[in-house]
């Protein structure tokens, strides 16, 4: 199942990018969605939230899954900006064809850090729409068993999208 609750496609689905966006969704379905990403030539990354307690610990938590380069200043305009960086695209020593990030822990992040955590979903969403007007997929997957805690909708198929 994609992210919108159909029948996979081997995630062909997942390369339009006027269809990606912020979503949350369960561990299960994160990992199929993930499956899917990579069939269909998407960068997938993990971002590991589970004991962000703050910003610096959501900025930390990014820089190391993403690899930011060492000039980030961790800040959230850094962020901004190395989220929107063609380079997040390479994988290895192949260009991806768009972007998936996993953000595990999504709820345990929200309750310890809920204005922290808010202002990293606005950013990301700002990512992704940045990206969809280059016309390149990026997926963020905020990883929960509770999204209405976290600020976004249930959409049919177990995932979640915040309004753009």
């Not at 919108?4 to 990606?20: V, Y």
């Not at 900025?59 to 959230?76: R, T």
């Not at 063609?86 to 990030?101: F, H, P, Q």
């Amino acid at each position: 199942m994609d992210p919108h609750g159909e029948h996979s496609d081997g995630g062909a689905r997942l390369t339009d990018a006027s269809r990606a966006g912020l979503y949350a969704c369960d561990a299960a379905t994160a990992e199929a969605v993930a499956r899917e990403a990579v069939a269909a030539g998407l960068r997938v990354v993990g971002i590991d939230l589970e004991h962000a307690t703050g910003r610096a610990a959501l900025l930390d938590a990014f820089a190391d899954a993403l690899e930011l380069p060492e000039y980030f200043g961790g800040n959230w305009d850094a962020l901004d900006e190395c989220l929107r960086e063609r380079s997040l695209l390479a994988d290895g020593e192949a260009t991806a064809g768009g972007l998936l990030l996993r953000l595990h822990g999504s709820d345990r992040a929200a309750l310890a850090a809920p204005d922290a955590f808010q202002t990293l979903l606005e950013i990301l969403d700002a990512a992704v729409e940045d990206w969809r007007d280059r016309d390149v997929p990026c997926w963020v997957l905020a990883v929960t068993e509770s999204p209405g805690d976290i600020g976004v909708e249930p959409l049919p198929g177990g995932a979640t999208r915040t309004a753009s």
